[in-house]
């Protein structure tokens, strides 16, 4: 079976996992079982769950309404309602069934009601798998501005079941995979390889893939869990990314993008920068450029559009003194965290991107 | 001084705390620091505070409106927003001067703002001074439920000047000697004989004595940080009277009590309780009376007020499988916890206050 096994956040994939839940709860005796899931999972996901889910008490359905505008601390006011009239008290345990907006939601409504109770997450979408499986973040939106109220507390356990997968559609699963690309970046050229060459409209066997991207980003924030270095580097394109995906989330502005679909775009920027302040090297910019733009489609940004997003850096939560700053990469796997980027060659890395053949 | 040195949540009294506060700031050289007030607190307490703090940024001062009824996640939703707008990044400092109010939300606020930024508590009443000060419980209520959102986190460093005390209205200060009181009950005969005979209407020289509270509940927070056991003896009094406050909360039923006030009569209904149940001595049981009716003012409850109160401890947050459990004692200073107690015996010490002469 593959396994982290930790003091909390232990992590368990596909054969052998379901077992390890049902130990798990034997051995918690929660009061209540409750099960966070959003429309969608609800529809989807909860099946197989319950499938799979052996424990005296039969779990009580929570259902959120989905995606990134409902992660909010007015979603969360209505669990820890329903919560409480439901009668949950402390020793009662919160499964969260979903991709990152039910899994960093539901954690936050964990973390925080009657100061913290225990919470389990399984992802159900390929971006939730690789990325917010590990490492404790949870929290909501603050209008656009993305995660800025949260705690860090990992869950007790995490189970990764990839046939969820199969209930996911195609662009969800580009989303995950731009994640895995990143890890591919920060970490080493030969996962980089490996993601690159994964067949974009052919996810089979990619269960062995996932768990290396989990590995990579659990080695990361082991070694710094409340990202005082080395956990940046998570943030490689992120810093772009979040600042474009808050800028779409703006209503009446521009389509929404998915998170991936941003963070896609913040990568080919940022890489463009390293490309031009630490001489990460052209012919790998052209190559992570060409990857990505075949996963998505181009997205139009006028002078209008970028002014703002650039604006919305400033919210960035690894910011100091009203700076911000970037993690950028000298090469596949090896990263400068803390640069200054001056705007002016943002605005050429957008040029870089547009003008893209 | 009197300090009590800890890796988070040291705590200060008096001569020589500012001067630790103004270094503990130059060591931490934060980007902003922010000063957390309520209405009145801006009034009577921040210029002393302004007299004492020496730093190279000016705090900016962020004010809350006063009072239970606010201390509730949308004024954190209003402060977080305030925060994100001026430029708070994690690297920021959140002083938080006020009474429990301002303090437990204060707390909440910066410990999921970016996921967690550093505060500092400055407690200005007698109740936040010994209650509030150490333990690192935060948080806000939900509807009229006491402090179901929050989370447990101490602040860096937390500062008690008595000299904030002298703005304090009377009845302010008699909420926090009921929590004195309370420590006597349950720590030793030898402090509630000493806080029982403080003059009441003359706090001169009780420095001392909110130091000696201090260090009780130091002492209790440090053995059992996440109340699994010896913690739950702080909540003596409180299972009833966080319903008895909760109740009186609800708009339009009953005048609103104070917290201490609240306090007062479930310390008493739940000595009488100890009495029936653990034998508690009878004749202090009418001591304990008697002091605390000589501070506050009795309150009429009549048989709907008390059917609603008892309805309301299902919220407690020490409840167990939707069992009430209450913290009984079977002499002063000898706790018992996780006490189940019927229904009628509840009644029977309402009775037993109305009556009381």
């Given at each position: 079976m593959k396994a982290i096994y930790k003091n909390r956040g232990s992590v368990f994939c596909n054969e052998?996992?379901?077992?390890?839940?049902?130990?798990?709860?034997?051995?918690?005796?929660?009061?209540?079982?409750?099960?966070?899931?959003?429309?969608?999972?609800?529809?989807?996901?909860?099946?197989?769950?319950?499938?799979?889910?052996?424990?005296?008490?039969?779990?009580?359905v929570l259902i959120m309404p989905e995606g990134e505008p409902n992660k909010n601390i007015h979603t969360c006011l209505d669990l820890w309602e329903e919560l409480s009239i439901k009668g949950a008290d402390r020793n009662c345990l919160?499964?969260?069934?979903?991709?990152?907006?039910?899994?960093?939601?539901?954690?936050?409504?964990?973390?925080?009601?009657?100061?913290?109770?225990?919470?389990?997450?399984?992802?159900?979408?390929?971006?939730?798998?690789?990325?917010?499986?590990?490492?404790?973040?949870?929290?909501?939106?603050?209008?656009?501005?993305?995660?800025?109220?949260?705690?860090?507390?990992?869950?007790?356990?995490?189970?990764?079941d990839t046939h969820f997968l199969t209930t996911l559609p195609e662009e969800q699963k580009f989303s995950g995979l731009v994640e895995m690309l990143k890890h591919g970046l920060i970490h080493s050229e030969k996962y980089w390889n490996k993601v690159k060459d994964l067949e974009v409209r052919n996810f089979d066997k990619i269960e062995d893939l996932i768990w290396e991207s989990v590995i990579i980003k659990n080695n990361i924030v082991t070694k710094d869990p409340l990202e005082v270095n080395l956990r940046k580097t998570l943030n490689y394109g992120h810093t772009l990314g979040h600042a474009i995906e808050s800028y779409?989330?703006?209503?009446?502005?521009?389509?929404?993008?998915?998170?991936?679909?941003?963070?896609?775009?913040?990568?080919?920027?940022?890489?463009?920068?390293?490309?031009?302040?630490?001489?990460?090297?052209?012919?790998?910019?052209?190559?992570?450029?060409?990857?990505?733009?075949?996963?998505?489609?181009?997205?139009?940004?006028?002078?209008e559009d970028i002014d703002a997003i650039i604006s919305l850096l400033k919210y960035d939560k690894?910011?100091?003194?009203?700076?911000?700053?970037?993690?950028?990469?000298?090469?596949?796997?090896?990263?400068?965290?803390?640069?200054?980027?001056?705007?002016?060659?943002?605005?050429?890395?957008?040029?870089?991107?547009?003008?893209?053949?």
């Amino acid at each position: 079976m593959k396994a982290i096994y930790k003091n909390r956040g232990s992590v368990f994939c596909n054969e052998g996992a379901w077992k390890i839940l049902n130990e798990q709860l034997k051995k918690l005796q929660p009061t209540k079982v409750f099960i966070l899931t959003d429309n969608n999972t609800h529809q989807y996901c909860l099946p197989l769950f319950l499938e799979k889910y052996v424990y005296r008490h039969t779990p009580e359905v929570l259902i959120m309404p989905e995606g990134e505008p409902n992660k909010n601390i007015h979603t969360c006011l209505d669990l820890w309602e329903e919560l409480s009239i439901k009668g949950a008290d402390r020793n009662c345990l919160i499964i969260n069934l979903g991709g990152g907006v039910v899994t960093d939601l539901g954690g936050f409504v964990a973390s925080t009601f009657k100061r913290g109770i225990e919470f389990i997450n399984i992802p159900t979408s390929l971006l939730a798998m690789v990325d917010a499986s590990v490492g404790g973040k949870n929290g909501v939106d603050l209008g656009v501005l993305k995660n800025q109220i949260g705690v860090i507390k990992n869950p007790i356990m995490v189970i990764i079941d990839t046939h969820f997968l199969t209930t996911l559609p195609e662009e969800q699963k580009f989303s995950g995979l731009v994640e895995m690309l990143k890890h591919g970046l920060i970490h080493s050229e030969k996962y980089w390889n490996k993601v690159k060459d994964l067949e974009v409209r052919n996810f089979d066997k990619i269960e062995d893939l996932i768990w290396e991207s989990v590995i990579i980003k659990n080695n990361i924030v082991t070694k710094d869990p409340l990202e005082v270095n080395l956990r940046k580097t998570l943030n490689y394109g992120h810093t772009l990314g979040h600042a474009i995906e808050s800028y779409c989330l703006q209503e009446n502005i521009m389509e929404p993008l998915l998170h991936g679909q941003a963070v896609a775009i913040g990568i080919i920027l940022t890489t463009f920068i390293s490309n031009d302040l630490l001489n990460f090297p052209s012919n790998k910019l052209k190559e992570i450029t060409n990857i990505i733009i075949q996963i998505f489609n181009k997205t139009d940004f006028n002078k209008e559009d970028i002014d703002a997003i650039i604006s919305l850096l400033k919210y960035d939560k690894k910011n100091r003194e009203g700076k911000v700053l970037f993690v950028l990469l000298k090469d596949i796997g090896d990263h400068k965290i803390d640069c200054e980027v001056p705007n002016e060659l943002i605005y050429k890395a957008f040029k870089y991107y547009e003008e893209f053949q």
